[in-house]
C-alpha cells in the first residue's frame, strides 16, 4: 500500500483490488489526507460504486505519506466560512461516514500514521481498524477553537463516555495502546507488520458468506440504537431470514455431518 507524498497530477484517490478486497488509499499525502470536498466526492464515489459490486467482500481505508488522515482542510473552510459552505461540506461528510457504515462490505481502518479530528472519525466510523503501534489519535479542532462536533458523534459511539468527552475537550493526543484499551482501534502490531495484520483480518472475513456478513452488518449497527426488547426482535429476524438462504442450510448440514462447508457465493 502506497505511503509516499501526493504528486500534484495524481489521482486524490487511489483504489486496488485483489482476491475480493477492495483498498481504498486516501491520496493526499503532502497535505496528511486532509478531506477536502473534492476527495469526499472521490470516496463517496468510490463507495458508492462498491455497495453494488458483489465481487468485492471487504474494504480496507488507507492513507498515503506521513499521515493516515488529519481532518478537514482547514484551508478550504476558511476560504469560505459562510454558514450555508460549511453546512453543505459538513453534511457530504457525514453521508460519507454514514455510507461506510451502510455499505454491505466489512470496512477495515489500516492507521499507518496519526489521525485527528475527522480522521480519527473516519477512524471511529469503519467497522474495524488496525494501527501500527507508533500511531496517535485526537480530535483536535479544539486546540484553534473548533469542537470537533461530527467527530464526537463516531468517537462517542466508540469509547467510553468519559475518555471520548477528555479527547473532545482536551484535544490531546492518545497513543495506540491507549486506542486500543479505549476501543478505537481493534489490534496495534509492529509497523512492519501492519499491512500483514491488515490484509489477514480481510482475508479471515472474505471466506465467510457474504449474504451472511451484510445481514449481520446491517443487524449490528440497528440493534445497537434499539431497546433491549426491540434488538433482540431484529436479531431474531436476522436468524430467520438467514435459514431462508440455501447456503446457511448447505452450511449447517455440513457442520453437522463433519462433511467440508460449501463455498459461499457472492451476494
Known sequence: MPDNPTLENEPLLLRSD?????????NRGNKFNALSSDLMTAVQDELDAIAGDTSVRVVIIAGAGKAFCAGHDLKEMDADPEADTIRALFAQCSRMMVTLTQLPQPVIARVHGIATAAGCQMVA???LAVAADH??????????????GTPSVA???NLPRKQAMEMLLTGEFIDAATALQYGLVNRVVAADH????????????ARQGPAFIANGKRLFYRQLEQGLEAAYELGTECMVENMQIKE???????FISKSPMPEWPDR
Open 125 to 127: 466510523q469503519c467497522d
Open 155 to 157: 468517537v462517542t459511539r
Open 18 to 26: 485483489e482476491d475480493g478486497i477492495t483498498t481504498l488509499t486516501l
Open 135 to 148: 500511531v496517535t489519535f485526537a480530535t483536535s479542532g479544539i486546540n484553534v477553537g473548533l469542537f470537533c
Open 248 to 254: 446457511a442450510r448447505d452450511g449447517l448440514k455440513a
Open 194 to 205: 501492519l499491512d500483514d495484520a491488515v490484509m489477514a483480518l480481510a482475508q479471515r472475513i
